[in-house]
């Protein structure tokens, strides 16, 4: 399976590989280094961080001490996408706008190689900031690395023959998800986003954000792990 894309890249980057129990040190490196890489081929990015393990300790540990709501729990993994956004604009301060998109319209063009979000307010996870950020900037599509490599036909914690999808339409992959977004969910793509997704036509790229060799193959429009949804 391939993929082309244009002169601009939307990466939704997976808080659990940034911040899986600690910050992994070594994938930022290397990912550091694979993105220079990248834009010395005069590609441009957003990257917007996800929470990782930052978010949901902070929304673990609330809930543990008294009842907070949905929306309080949003706000606590928002923090933490915003913790890690700003990480993520210190390693690349040479090649990064300094502003970190935290709301819609902060920035509206593409002035610098790479451009760092994080999460805006409570309702969604950055899946939906990073397909509301492809439409604004008018790109197609957005990459989802993460963890999972693919969208499975059914959650591959709980069964062992759960098979992985190249292929699959909004509508199909809808009813493999849970119908309304709840802070802390693991899907491919919240609801929200992709409700957005099927709404504005954009497309969403599943990879395993960790193996950036396949990272690499799907950049450079060849032969790629991961799944296809539109």
């Known amino acids: 399976m391939k993929y082309k ?7 939704a980057l997976g808080g659990s590989i940034i911040h899986p129990k600690e910050i992994d040190t070594l994938f930022i490196k290397n990912f550091h280094k694979f993105i220079l890489e990248q834009i010395a081929t005069n590609k441009k990015f957003i ?6 393990s930052v978010a949901r300790d902070y929304q673990k540990a609330a809930s543990a001490v008294v009842r907070i709501e949905d929306e ?45 979000a994080s999460g805006w307010k409570p309702g969604w996870s950055t899946d939906y900031v990073a397909l509301q950020l492809a439409h604004d900037f008018k790109i197609g599509e957005v990459i989802i690395a993460g963890s ?41 793509v919240d609801p929200v986003g992709a409700a957005l997704a099927r709404e504005k036509k ?28 539109e």
């Open 47 to 52: 990257i917007v961080a996800g929470g990782g």
């Open 148 to 188: 999972p490599s693919h969208v499975f036909n059914k959650d591959p914690k709980k069964y062992n023959d759960a098979k992985p999808i190249e292929k699959i339409s909004w509508a199909d992959y809808r009813k493999l998800i849970p119908e309304k977004w709840i802070p802390g969910a693991h899907s491919p």
């Open 5 to 11: 894309f244009g002169g601009a890249a939307v990466i």
């Open 72 to 116: 309080d729990k949003d706000y606590l993994g928002i923090h933490a996408t915003r913790l890690n956004a700003h990480f993520l604009r210190t390693i690349f301060f040479k090649q990064a706008n300094p502003t970190v998109i935290d709301k819609r319209f902060k920035i509206r063009s593409l002035d610098h190689q790479v451009t760092i």
């Open 202 to 229: 954009l497309k969403a790229v599943i990879i395993n954000g960790t193996d950036l060799n396949n990272f690499g193959k799907l950049l450079a429009g060849n032969e790629f792990e991961g799944t296809i949804i």
